[in-house]
């Protein structure tokens, strides 16, 4: 008697696993839709991100607030610290540059940028030993470089709290951008993926 009320307990367990997973499956798409407009709702309401748009010739994927792009055209030191503020008051986790023009003078303005996670210096123009600075950013996770043949070095300087990855540039400034825009796109997966696990997992896990 006993073991078939376990028994239909399990069961009962089971279509209620079965039914909670369904019924995140049915909400999965008009959360992701909300969560996209809300996304875009704030890039359409920034006036920060409008002036970096205008001013600094920013770019942005729509939907993904979190990146932020000065790739179609260097910034050089005045002009990233002209930037700064803006880009500041508008909280990127995610920063990808054209770093050719910039000098070792704009180190210091990184350091103020501590919504940053993960950035992307491009074509960095900034003696690779003195980039260690970047270690001061507040939240720095992750360190892009194209055509630095040193970024291995790198590695070291910047381990263990912050990953470096890099690449070599072809000389084309599209296909740098391209680079960028697809590794802004892998990131925006990866967090996409996590936040509908971390979703799936609320209805499936028991209280």
Not at 58 to 80: C, M, R, V
Not at 94 to 104: A, Q
Not at 135 to 163: C, F, H
Request: some cysteine; glycine content about 8%.
């Amino acid at each position: 008697m006993v073991e078939a009320i376990a028994a239909s307990v399990c069961t009962l367990e089971n279509h209620m696993s079965r039914a909670s997973v369904l019924l995140g499956v049915m909400w999965l798409p008009p959360l992701l839709a909300g969560c996209f407009a809300a996304e875009s709702l704030h890039q359409s309401s920034s006036r920060d991100l409008k002036i970096l748009l205008r001013d600094y010739h920013a770019s942005i994927i729509s939907g993904h607030s979190e990146a932020i792009f000065f790739t179609d055209e260097p910034l050089d030191d005045d002009s990233f610290a002209g930037a700064v503020p803006y880009i500041n008051a508008y909280r990127p986790t995610e920063l990808y540059l054209d770093g050719s023009r910039l000098t070792e003078a704009s180190l210091s303005q990184f350091v103020q940028l501590d919504s940053v996670r993960y950035l992307d210096l491009g074509r960095c123009g900034v003696n690779i030993e003195k980039l260690v600075a970047l270690k001061a950013m507040p939240r720095l996770e992750g360190l892009w470089v194209d055509n630095s043949a040193k970024y291995k070095q790198l590695i070291t300087l910047m381990k263990p709290q912050i990953g470096v990855g890099g690449s070599k540039y072809s000389g084309d400034n599209r296909q740098s951008h391209r680079a960028s825009m697809f590794a802004a796109m892998r990131v925006a997966v990866g967090e996409f993926a996590h936040d509908v696990g971390q979703f799936i997992r609320g209805f499936t896990m028991p209280p």
